[in-house]
Each structure stands twice: as structure tokens, then as C-alpha cells.
């Protein structure tokens, strides 16, 4: 499966290597401009394979400098190079024999930040997806696994460490300044697991004993000075081992486990096996400089990333089309995590909140595709919230389904039978089928069928009859590639509520499809009768977000009301507060001035009154919908700036109305003494920052979150303050003086600067842009550095409604110049950008016009990296 080349592979085109691999042995002499790597790998001739078939090894930019078959060098005519790979012929018809192969690689020209690269004079490497073929020549796929023994050489003084995976066998001194290390990783892994580390770096240890009492030592390796920064995340750390033990029955299975950060990185983190390798961002934090969101990130990357160490490393995936295997599963593991760790209610929220704003725009555009995708052209546009929030929520389904018993029996199996292997989401659903007996499938289509389903509820009240009717349709809109659906199996938790609140017993027909409080739509059309009742309910349906769909119903604001004040389901009770909130939004940005529903007003004033409610519950509560969650639900044709004026409106009107309680709970939600960054605190700092918001807009002057600024003492309350601020009153001397104090304190830390930008690329409105251009030459901008690229440009573009839709196109132009300028040095972080313009189709037609001929125009330059003109392409054709 060749990806380089800017053609398409597909899932129904999988067919196993000719050649099995046995062994690894690699040979690093690491040098930033031409490293040497030796490559020696045992190989056998798969059974039935035809004797002079040739061996076809993957490469990308590699200069070969040496081939061998068992100590005999390949003569030229048994070998051919191409610019993706290498194929050799001649070898033996049978039994094992040995491929050695010697590549040069300059790791300091390494831009890409894939394969091996420096970053802040530290060599690493990044080789999931494809990476791994820019090291040496290697059959670069998952299902290829093998044990790694690897030696690095290297500087003594620049490269006092060297790490790889597994465990360290030894090392010594070369004699000539430099020194050496050998690890031996006893785990068979894909190549895209492999990892190595050199340089000087500080580091952090804790002993760590797992159940069955084998001792782990934990690293986490930081920059020097930065080690007291990560001891939070080694705490996470520590938590996600035992917990995944707790609850999933998983154990660590080496004497070691590293974490590295470093400052350069594409993406999150990455859980080469022993060896994390993180994005700085997602392990660095104290109070001065993180934010609460901060803390919980990290925790959630660094569970994540553990727990790749069985759902991933463990078992991987047989193709790059069975990612969700790994990541949505993963994903689905660390939202269960941090569920326990903090607030459940509160954490589910947030993930529904999440997945409406990223993966449902994601699914009803252009680069729609199913969680496992059936083709792709560039497999590192598939790192998508489809594959990952959606597979997550996919998992979810599964354990809704089967319920709990049966999914932990299922994972048990999953886990025993597929352990060493590289495995299909056929697998895993057949675990769960077998552990419950139910047939999965229908449901499966959720893995093929891309598009969010739409579910058209009705309900009807007979009295005399006393029964309720509700009936339901499904239906998902055509999708690229995909515009026949079937109707999917789609599990949906419901109450019927009674004028009080209170939830009333389902009493339904035998044969209704309905287990629990599940019910279970299976068909286009469905009806179900709910017996026994004396009066009309109230439905609330989806509790928990129990499906990933869009639900099309009309409920009365009363009905809204009574859900969002009295479900005991919090998600619902948040669900039900935007429900009732979007009329009055969608009306006042579509040119009509209507006033908030009374009833709005109310129920939000009830909340902000209650204090026995979890504060972090009560703040997103009260956050109106966002700019983007109007914009989408007016669906076409939108007016970002008369959406901010509508919701800015709102927001007064809210806060006029509630000003006495709002100042109640800026002054009761004070988190006062040393900050902590535990769940509860974070809560209430979180609600004293939406009181803070609701009260500024009621004054309509700087001054509170000006003296907020000034009185914050920690990061959380400080950004707070700084994006009120800056957004609300952005040519205030207030504004401009707390932005000056914030780069002059934080001036030396990239991390902390990376808010900064960040305030000043969602200022909104037109003058941003020029903000932005400006800030390119700021001194502590740096185009090389991801972090700073998404913070900047990244941020305006997907956070900046106002900004990026300027009526004048600009923006788009900025934006097109800039991806074709990153994407020369980084293809990867150049295309993700891209992805914000996706949606240009819902604009009015004179933006969209200028956003098309900006796409246009990116289309047609050249040169084009295969990531960015996949995306391009499917962008405009969709
Ligand atoms: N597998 C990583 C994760 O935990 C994702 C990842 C990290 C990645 N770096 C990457 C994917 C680079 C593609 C390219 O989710
Ligand atoms: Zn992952």
C-alpha cells in the first residue's frame, strides 16, 4: 500500500505482505545532518507465495547507501529504487534470510516533523502514520510486527541520553566523544510504535508496582529547569495506570515506562510503545502558567496515550483504514477516565459539546467520511474527529447495547483473543456479539455509513386511551461517495417525565423494541406505544446523548423548561437550556429583534440560584450557545456578524436581568488560598468567569475584568480575564495595557505565549486580520513551530467567525497564502488549517463566492503537498 504517491488505496484492496518479518535490528549513528542508520531484518517468504515474487520495502526521501542479502551485497540489476520504495528480486525461495540496509537521513533538515527530526536540540522521531519509511526502507504497514533491538550512537556531551523502546540491555563509551546504548523491546510492533530519543534533557521518576507487583520505573523526560512542571502529569499518570487495571483489568507489561516532551510536535502525543513522546503542551503545567482546561488536557492525553499500551500497542490495527480500532476505542477509554476522575455529568456534557462543534460540521460537509473511512489518498487527513470522537461514540453505543456486563466480558475477550495481533473492527464487534448474544449487524453500519442520522421525533397523547405515541423516522443525508443510507441501529435512552419532573414507569407492549430505558430504532419509520398514563408526558429522549444523531422536535418552551430545571439526567437538563435558548438566538441573527423568551430568562436565573448544583455543571449551563452553534443551526446562508450582535444581545439581557445574582456568585464562587487544580475548584472558578462575562455585559465597561486581571493570581483567572477583555473592549487602553503586561511576564515562555496569541487572533471582527499580520513578525512568533502556527493562524481560522468570514474575502486570501507558505516546510500542519474553510458552501453567496476563489486558487499552486491538495480537492468538490 503505497500513500506517497497521490493515489488512492482502498480497504476492499487489503491483501497481507509476501515476506514475514521475524526480526528487526537497527543501528543509529545519529548526526543532524547525516545520520547513519543500519537496518538488519530477518525475513521469510509467506506460505503460497510464488518463489520469485520480490520484496517491496517503502522509503521516502532516503539516500541508500548500502544493500546486502545475507552479507552478500544485492547486485544492481536485483534491486530497483523509486522515490517510494524499493523493491529487490532474487531472493531466497525459501527459509529465513537476512536484508541489510544502510540509509543516510539529515534530521536537522527534517521540517515535516515525521520519521527523525531535532527539535530544540533533541533528536526524536514521529512515525505513526508512515512515518517509519523516511528512517530506512522498511514494509511500512501495522500488520507488519516484529521485536526491535536498536543501538544508538551519538555525542556524549550534546546526547547524554538515548532512549528507545523497551527495555535499556546496556551501553558504553565509543572512545572517540561518543557513547552508545542498545534496547531490546520483547513486545512484536508495527515500525509505526518505534521510537527513539537523544539529547540532554532533565527528568522525573516514581516507582511504580502494578497489581500483579512488578515494579515500573516512570520517566518523564522535560527540558532542564522545566522538571517541577511535570509533576501533575506523572500524578495523571500514576492514576491512569491504576485505574485502566481497576477497570479494563489492564496491566503495564515493561520495567519502564518514558514519557518525552518536546516543544515540536504535529499533534498531541504519540504512544510509541515505552516511550510517549508528547507535544510539551500536554505535560507541562503549574499554576502560574496552566489553566484548569489546561490540567484536564493533560491528564486526558496522558491517560490516553497509556492506554493506547493495550488498546492500540497490544492490539493494533491490520490497516490504517481500521484506525477507530485504536483511537475510538482509546478516546472512548480516556472520556471514562476522566469521567471517574472528576465529574461525570459534567464531562459528558463536554464531550457532547465537543462533538457537535467539531465532528457534526465534519459530517455534513465535504470531507464527510465513515468512522472506518473505505479509501483514502493521504492517510494523515484520517486523524479526524470522526475517527476519533465519533468512534468513541460508536464504543459507547456498543456498551449501551449489550450493557455493562456483556461489554466487560466483551473487552475481556477482545483483550484475550486478539492479544500480539493486528486486528479488524470485525474483531472487535464479534467480541460483543458473542459476549450477548445480539446481532451487531445493523449497528456496524455506524462504522461504514458516514453522515450524522437526523431522527424526526412525533408524539401523540390519547387520554382516553391513556397511552402516549411516540413515533420516530431516521434518515442521513447523502455524504461524499455515499448517497444511498440505510436506516441504522440507533440506541436511545428516554424518560417520560410527568408535570413535576418526575420520571413515570415505561409500560409498553411485549414485542416493543425497548430494553430498560433503551430504546432501540431499528427502522426507517418506528412507532411505540407507551400504556398506563393519566396524563400527557414529557418526553426526554437521547438522556446522556446515548446516540450521536441530530433530533428534529418541536417541545414547547414550557416543556424545555420543565427538562432543563427538574431531568435528573444533567446532560438532558443542559440539552434542554440550548434547545430552549437557539429560537430567540436563530431569530435575532436572522434580522428579527426578538427579545429572549421570558421563560429562558427564568430557568437561567433558577440555575445561577442554585447552589446545589456542581458549580462546573452550572457554568456551562449558563454559556449561551456559541457563535458557531448558531451558525449551525441556522444551517445556510449565514451572517456571522449579525450572529455575534444577536448573542451579545441576548447576553445583556440575561445579564440585566440576573445582575445581583450574578455578583452573588462572583463573590461566593472565590476559590480563595494556594491553587489547586482538582475538579471542584476548577468549577467554580469556571462559574465566577461566566458570572464575571454576564456581569461586564450588563455594565458595558472594562473595569471588572480589568481589576479581575489584575487580582488574578493563576493562569486560569488571568486568560479569563485577558479574553474578556480583549474581546469585548478590544481598542481599550484596559485592553491594550493587560495584553503588555501578559507578554512582558510571560515573554519567556512559548507555552504561555501561545494564550496570548490566542486572545488576539478571536478579537472579533474585520481589524483582526491585520492583528494577525501583524503578529506574524512578532519576535516570539516562530513559523517553524507548530504550537505557535495553530495558536496564531490555526486559531483565527477555525475560532474566528467575525475575523476569517470578512465580506471582503481577505481573510481568505491571508489564509490561502499562509497554508501554501507551511506547507512547503510541514505538509501535515499546513492541511489540518485548511480544514476550517471546509464549510464555505453554508455562506451567504458573496462570501462563499470569495472563499471559492480563494480555494481555487490553492488548488491550482504548485507545488502542493499530497495532504493539503487531498484536502483542497475534496473540499471544492463536495
Ligand atoms: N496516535 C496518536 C494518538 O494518540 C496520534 C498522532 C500523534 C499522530 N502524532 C501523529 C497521527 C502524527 C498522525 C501523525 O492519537
Ligand atoms: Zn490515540
Known amino acids: 500500500m503505497r500513500t506517497d504517491t497521490g493515489q488512492t488505496v482502498s480497504l476492499a484492496d487489503y491483501r497481507p505482505t509476501d515476506f514475514v518479518l521475524e526480526r528487526v535490528d537497527l543501528t543509529f549513528e545519529l548526526d543532524p545532518a547525516a545520520t547513519k542508520v543500519e537496518s538488519r531484518l530477518i525475513f521469510h517468504r509467506r506460505d503460497g507465495v510464488s518463489p520469485d515474487a520480490p520484496l517491496w520495502l517503502d522509503g521516502d526521501e532516503l539516500s541508500l547507501t548500502a544493500l546486502a542479502v545475507d552479507q552478500t551485497p544485492v547486485p544492481e540489476h536485483a534491486y530497483t529504487v523509486q522515490s517510494n520504495g524499493l523493491t529487490i528480486t532474487g531472493l531466497p525461495g525459501s527459509g529465513a534470510f537476512e536484508v541489510m540496509i544502510t540509509t543516510i537521513i539529515a534530521p536537522q533538515a527534517n521540517t515535516k516533523l515525521m520519521g527523525l527530526y531535532r527539535t530544540s536540540g533533541v533528536y526524536c522521531t514521529q512515525c505513526e502514520a508512515d512515518g517509519f519509511r523516511r528512517i530506512t526502507y522498511f514494509p511500512d504497514r501495522p500488520d507488519v510486527l516484529a521485536v526491535y533491538t536498536v543501538t544508538i550512537m551519538a555525542d556524549k556531551a550534546t546526547a547524554p541520553l538515548l532512549l528507545s523502546n523497551g527495555n535499556r540491555l546496556g551501553g558504553g563509551d565509543l572512545g572517540d566523544g561518543r557513547h552508545f546504548a542498545t534496547w531490546f523491546d520483547p513486545h512484536p510492533k ?175 460537509g465535504p470531507l464527510a467520511h465513515p468512522v472506518r473511512p473505505q479509501q483514502y489518498r493521504e492517510i494523515n487527513n484520517f486523524y479526524t474527529t470522526t475517527v476519533y470522537e465519533k ?44 459476549t450477548s448474544g445480539r446481532d451487531l449487524t445493523q449497528f456496524s453500519l455506524w462504522y461504514s455509513q458516514a453522515g450524522t442520522p437526523h431522527i424526526t421525533v412525533e408524539t401523540n397523547f390519547d387520554a382516553d386511551a391513556r397511552t402516549f405515541t411516540l413515533s420516530l423516522a431516521q434518515a442521513v443525508k447523502p455524504t461524499p461517495g455515499q448517497s444511498e443510507k440505510a436506516a441504522m441501529h440507533i440506541p436511545l435512552r428516554l424518560a417520560l417525565l410527568n408535570a413535576h419532573g418526575e420520571s413515570l414507569p415505561l409500560k409498553v407492549a411485549a414485542d416493543a423494541d425497548i430494553t430498560g430505558d433503551v430504546l432501540h430504532l431499528t427502522e426507517t419509520k418506528q412507532r411505540i406505544v407507551f400504556e398506563n398514563l393519566s396524563g400527557s408526558p414529557i418526553l426526554s429522549i437521547n438522556r446522556g446523548f446515548s446516540a450521536p444523531v441530530t433530533l428534529i422536535q418541536s417541545q414547547s418552551p414550557a416543556e424545555l423548561a420543565l427538562i432543563a430545571g427538574h431531568e435528573t439526567d444533567l446532560y438532558a437538563r443542559w440539552q434542554a437550556l440550548t434547545d430552549l435558548a437557539m429560537p430567540t438566538l436563530m431569530a435575532a441573527s436572522t434580522g428579527d429583534t426578538a427579545s429572549p423568551d421570558p421563560l429562558l430568562i427564568e430557568t437561567l436565573l433558577a440555575i445561577a440560584a442554585d447552589d446545589a448544583l456542581e458549580s462546573a455543571f452550572s457554568a456551562l ?258
Open 391 to 434: 468512534g468513541s461514540e460508536v464504543t459507547r453505543m456498543i456498551a449501551t447495547l449489550v450493557g455493562p456486563e456483556a461489554f466487560k466480558a466483551g473487552m475481556d475477550l477482545y483483550f484475550a483473543r486478539h492479544d500480539g495481533q493486528a486486528a479488524t473492527v470485525e474483531d472487535f464487534v464479534a467480541c460483543f456479539e458473542e
Open 190 to 364: 508495527p515500525c509505526y510504535l518505534f521510537a527513539l530519543v537523544a539529547g540532554d534533557l532533565g527528568v522525573i521518576e516514581e516507582p511504580f508496582v502494578t497489581r500483579s507487583g512488578r515494579n515500573v520505573a516512570l520517566k518523564i523526560y522535560v527540558e532542564h529547569g522545566k522538571e517541577p512542571r511535570a509533576a501533575y502529569a506523572m500524578d495523571a499518570l500514576k492514576r491512569s495506570m491504576r485505574w485502566d487495571e481497576d477497570v479494563f483489568g489492564c496491566e503495564y507489561d515493561l520495567d519502564i515506562f518514558m514519557i518525552v516532551a518536546v516543544s515540536d510536535f504535529n499533534m498531541g502525543a504519540m504512544e510509541n510503545k515505552g516511550l510517549n513522546i508528547f507535544n510539551d503542551k500536554y505535560v507541562l503545567a503549574d499554576p502560574e502558567t496552566a489553566t484548569d482546561t489546561d490540567y484536564a488536557l493533560i491528564e486526558a492525553i496522558i491517560a490516553h496515550e497509556y492506554f493506547h499500551n493495550w488498546t492500540g500497542n497490544r492490539i493494533t490495527c491490520r490497516d490504517w483504514f481500521q484506525l477507530c480500532l485504536k483511537e475510538g476505542l482509546t478516546v472512548y477509554r480516556d472520556h471514562e477516565f476522566s469521567a471517574d476522575q472528576r465529574s461525570r455529568a459534567v464531562k459528558r456534557i463536554a464531550e457532547v459539546r465537543h462533538l457537535k462543534a467539531e465532528q457534526f460540521p465534519e459530517d455534513a
Open 621 to 878: 449551563a449558563l454559556t449561551l450557545p456559541s457563535e458557531a452553534d448558531i451558525a449551525r443551526a441556522i444551517g445556510a446562508n449565514t451572517d456571522p456578524d449579525a450572529i455575534r450582535t444577536a448573542r451579545q444581545a441576548t447576553l445583556k439581557a440575561v445579564a440585566n436581568a440576573g445582575a445581583s445574582l450574578f455578583d452573588d456568585l462572583f463573590t461566593t464562587m472565590a476559590t480563595p488560598g494556594p491553587f489547586t487544580p482538582d475538579a471542584q475548584s476548577a468549577g467554580k472558578r469556571a462559574l465566577r468567569a461566566v458570572a464575571l462575562t454576564y456581569l461586564t455585559a450588563a455594565d458595558g465597561t472594562p473595569d471588572r475584568a480589568a481589576q479581575a486581571f489584575a487580582d488574578a493570581n493563576n493562569m486560569t483567572d488571568l486568560s479569563q480575564a485577558l479574553n474578556l477583555l480583549v474581546h469585548t473592549f478590544p481598542n481599550s487602553s484596559e485592553a491594550k495595557s493587560a495584553l503588555d503586561t501578559f507578554a512582558t511576564r510571560f515573554g519567556d515562555n512559548p507555552l504561555v505565549i501561545d494564550k496570548w496569541f490566542v486572545a488576539q487572533a478571536t478579537i472579533p471582527g474585520p481589524d483582526t486580520l491585520a492583528r494577525v499580520q501583524a503578529l506574524l513578525n512578532h519576535p516570539l512568533f516562530n513559523r517553524n513551530n507548530p504550537n505557535r502556527l495553530r495558536s496564531l493562524i490555526g486559531t483565527f481560522a477555525f475560532s474566528n467567525p467575525t475575523g476569517l468570514h470578512r465580506a471582503d474575502g481577505k481573510a481568505y486570501d491571508f489564509l490561502v497564502d499562509q497554508i501554501l507558505e507551511i506547507d512547503r516546510r510541514n505538509p501535515q500542519v499546513a492541511a489540518r488549517i485548511l480544514t476550517s474553510l471546509r464549510s464555505w458552501r453554508q455562506l451567504e453567496p458573496v462570501r462563499g463566492q470569495k472563499a471559492q476563489a480563494a480555494l481555487a486558487r490553492l488548488a491550482s499552486a504548485r507545488p502542493l503537498s499530497n495532504d493539503v491538495s487531498d484536502i483542497v480537492e475534496r473540499i471544492l468538490e463536495g
